[in-house]
């Protein structure tokens, strides 16, 4: 669990002040709009990296076999920071990044990948054993396949237990049907 902090609010107030606005200029955005806005403040929710620091440091083997995704580079940046204390035996999967990477990380030179939407579906890692999700959609179909990845079996370890690690808003200040109680 993670609570907003007063700049996660502060965001969250201006985009409510954009939505007024919009509204009032005769542009009103739509329900679709207004929610992509809103989740971004949940998927780069500031206290989430110190929380993660905070569940690493008491289990360190969660970072080996284990694909983080996160929204944008720039707060992969911030998680990066975080598991950098814990193991260096990581690296980041995007775009631009090098393919062998994710080699290496299949055998096992590395313990773990920092990643967006790259690795979501269309992989077969059979030794994952943990998902962290910083960001989640709100469709189904891409969490299901995010988590997935780690839920598949490995004959040279039968007795893997998958993980999947998920940040859940303590108390969502809008609404009791949110994306994170639905997922």
């Known amino acids: 669990p993670y609570d907003l902090t007063a700049g996660d609010q502060e965001r969250r107030r201006k ?9 009032k200029a005769g542009n009103p955005m739509n329900q679709k709009e207004i929610y992509m806005l809103l989740s971004q403040i949940n998927k780069l929710a500031e206290q989430k990296p110190s929380v993660f620091e905070d569940f690493i440091s008491k289990q360190p083997e969660k ?3 284990t694909i983080i995704f996160v929204e944008t580079e720039e ?31 299949v055998d096992g030179k590395i313990k773990c990948l920092i990643t967006c939407h790259k690795l979501s579906e269309g992989i077969d890692i059979k030794k994952l054993e943990n998902v962290v999700l910083f960001s989640s959609t709100s469709s189904r179909l891409e969490t299901i396949q ?3 990845r780690c839920l ?3 004959p040279d370890n039968p007795k893997k237990r998958a993980t999947v690690v998920d940040f859940i808003i303590r108390q969502e200040p809008d609404s009791e049907d949110t994306a994170d109680s639905n997922r």
Do not use: M, S
């Open 146 to 148: 995010r988590i997935g």
């Open 15 to 23: 985009i409510f002040a954009r939505i007024e606005g919009a509204k």
């Open 75 to 105: 707060f992969g940046k911030k998680v990066q920071e975080k598991v950098h204390k814990v193991t260096h035996l990581y690296k980041t999967y995007y775009a631009r990044d090098n393919k062998k990477y994710l080699q290496d990380f």
């Open 152 to 154: 598949r079996t490995n």
């Open 63 to 65: 970072l080996e076999n």
